[in-house]
């Protein structure tokens, strides 16, 4: 995936049932590609799937460089984290998904860019709200 030339997939689609997988799985494979662009693997958001998924970056960068499909990708993800409980990926889900500014320097970079971005958008909140309108996805904001 050329991401110096599309976006990869909204923080909102899911993958295996998880929000932000498969946006991971497509940097990973930019990454090893040589086109990730301005987009940066391993960032926070990334953290917080790695620790839920019980796994390292470069360890889903060599789980994506050995199969192609995201089926493949993701059973073998899930075969190798410890919490699969659905309960367990519905409350992942809910936070990840709601992460939002939580200190008044990082509210105000995130006011920046929301106002560059967006700016007759008040109601975006959160960082995947923020990520859809940067990559042109506003109306799916939710």
Not at 79 to 96: E, G, M
Request: aromatic fraction near 8%.
């Amino acid at each position: 995936m050329d991401l110096t030339k599309t976006y990869p997939r909204s923080p909102y689609a899911k993958l295996s049932n998880l929000y932000m997988l498969g946006r991971t799985v497509d940097k990973a494979r930019a990454k090893l590609d040589g086109d990730l662009g301005e987009y940066l693997y391993d960032c926070p958001l990334d953290k917080i799937l790695f620790s839920f998924l019980q796994i390292s970056a470069s360890q889903l960068l060599r789980i994506v460089s050995e199969v192609t499909g995201d089926d493949e990708i993701a059973a073998r993800i899930v075969s190798a984290q410890a919490t699969s409980n659905t309960n367990d990926i519905a409350a992942f889900n809910r936070r990840v998904a709601a992460l939002a500014p939580e200190d008044a320097e990082t509210q105000a970079y995130f006011d920046n860019l929301r106002q560059q971005l967006a700016p007759n958008h008040p109601e975006i909140k959160t960082w995947f709200d923020l990520i859809e309108a940067e990559e042109g996805r506003l109306t799916e904001v939710s």
